[in-house]
């Protein structure tokens, strides 16, 4: 066998992949386009008053990329994983098993923990137990009914999975404030093409061009921040293709909203 020659094949075919998936990604865009604002068309939202800004609006970063992620296999990681198993790391001992092709890490405490998952101290109590856990952060708006979902930081911003890809980054088991067990991904970034993306302020005023700032509900921002979506793929792609996003909480009269806008193409994303 001609090893140099495979090897250039390899390399050839994984730079046709990264090339299909991103031409796949900007198809995406388009079908789920709402036509909103660009740059330089402002809707004067936070201007005039209907929408309230309760949070600093950050800078537009000139240094974005998309980014490809690939799970960690934890059967390769299997000296960390008994660590996480031998002591406890001071806090509950756990029974950990490596699922789905070692790319899902999956943990019984064996006496549950107790504490408020949104209390800041009880979260690290929490992540000191898991896989490199000081490269997680809350998700507020993504806990549910027995859950508390994290999620996995690239430069200090979030990084979030569509619920189509069926992939956990960090879910954490939760009744009564005990806490029995989690379950765990862990993605391995690499920057890709770098992009231009709109502001922040062009972010609100295209949700409010798509009617989701009702002046009749007084929305109020509470959050906005700059971070990564995944759009296409499922829990068997890799790599995956994030594509930056501002997510934007919104307090109104009778709930809170949560929105992720594409910061390249201005779009409003579902990751449902």
Known sequence: ??????????????????VFLVVELYQRQQTESIGGLVDGQNANVLQNGSVKLQTVLPPTPQDVTFLRGSRVDFSKERADVAALMSNGRGTAKQKISIENNGLLLHSQFESPVTGSVSNVNFQKKLLAMVYQGQDFVLWQSGSGSGTANFVQLFNNRPVFISGRSNIPMLDFTVSNN?????????????????????SAETAINNLASANDLPGSEHPQIKVVELGYVNLIGDAGSDPLIFVPAWHI????????????VNAVSGTVQSLN
Do not use: A, H, P
């Not at 090893?3 to 992949?17: A, D, M, P, V, Y």
């Not at 005990?178 to 992009?195: A, C, E, L």
């Not at 909480?249 to 992720?260: A, G, I, L, Q, R």
């Open 178 to 198: 005990q806490v029995s067990g989690y379950r765990q991904s862990y993605f391995s970034f690499k920057q890709t093409n770098r992009v231009g993306i709109i």
């Open 1 to 18: 066998m001609n090893w140099s020659k495979t090897k250039s094949i390899f390399i050839i075919c994984f730079f046709l992949l990264d």
């Open 249 to 260: 909480v919104v307090k109104k009269d009778t709930n809170t909203s949560e929105f992720f």
